[in-house]
């Protein structure tokens, strides 16, 4: 069902490379949020982890590429700013505010990275180390714009820790740091989740 969805979702990707927020697309419509207009590279590369779908992520591929290439050239200092669409942020957060320029961002390093791997699953050996140096270059652009040398991310909230830990979008010495704010916040509120739909997957993951 999923993968058949999928080619909705492909198909109904603009020329500028943008996927929507949903897949149909009911009405016209500015291109996808961050993390929502993501699922145009992660959802393809998941199918494949779990069912092993090489099929599918080799149709998907160029509509990955088109989908990053799209945010790097509206935002080519890497800070995820620009044609961003509705830009939900961590919508639905609880008490909590994660500025929608770091969700952004991470999600930035994220699909680049991912698109890294599927090139070099792929066979693609020259997108693969392009993207990889992009992905890299993203993750260097969000710790230098988003993370304190104590350690603290952005507006500290947990969906910031979360994406920051699971993602590798900060240096290994300062992982410590953050992980030990990210508790201490839940501490902070009775051992209680802020998070949104960004972090909340991501939460009993990076705690385990």
């Given at each position: 069902f999923i993968g058949r969805w999928l080619l909705d979702v492909l198909d109904e990707q603009d020329e500028d490379g943008a996927f929507g927020d949903v897949s149909p697309r009911l009405i016209a419509e500015r291109e996808g949020a961050p993390a929502w207009g993501d699922a145009g590279v992660t959802v393809p590369y998941h199918l494949w982890q779990v069912y092993g779908q090489r099929r599918l992520l080799e149709r998907a591929y160029p509509g990955m590429r088109a989908w990053v290439e799209h945010i790097h050239r509206h935002n080519p200092d890497l800070i995820w700013r620009n044609a961003d669409g509705n830009?939900?942020?961590?919508?639905?957060?609880?008490?909590?505010?994660?500025?929608?320029?770091?969700?952004?961002t991470a999600y930035f390093a994220r699909s680049a990275g991912l698109l890294a791997d599927t090139a070099a699953l792929l066979g693609h050996d020259e997108d693969a180390a392009r993207y990889q140096a992009l992905a890299?270059?993203?993750?260097?652009?969000?710790?230098?714009?988003?993370?304190?040398?104590?350690?603290?991310?952005?507006?500290?909230?947990?969906?910031?820790?979360?994406?920051?830990?699971?993602?590798?979008?900060?240096p290994a010495s300062g992982r410590d740091q953050a992980f030990a704010h990210l508790c201490r916040d839940i501490e902070d509120r009775g051992n209680r989740l802020s998070t949104g739909f960004v972090g909340v997957p991501l939460l009993g993951p990076v705690l385990t």
């Open positions: 830009s939900y942020g961590d919508w639905l957060q609880i008490g909590a505010h994660t500025p929608r320029e770091v969700v952004a890299r270059d993203v993750r260097d652009a969000f710790t230098e714009a988003f993370v304190q040398p104590d350690g603290t991310i952005a507006s500290g909230s947990q969906t910031g820790y979360l994406m920051a830990l699971a993602w590798d979008l900060i």
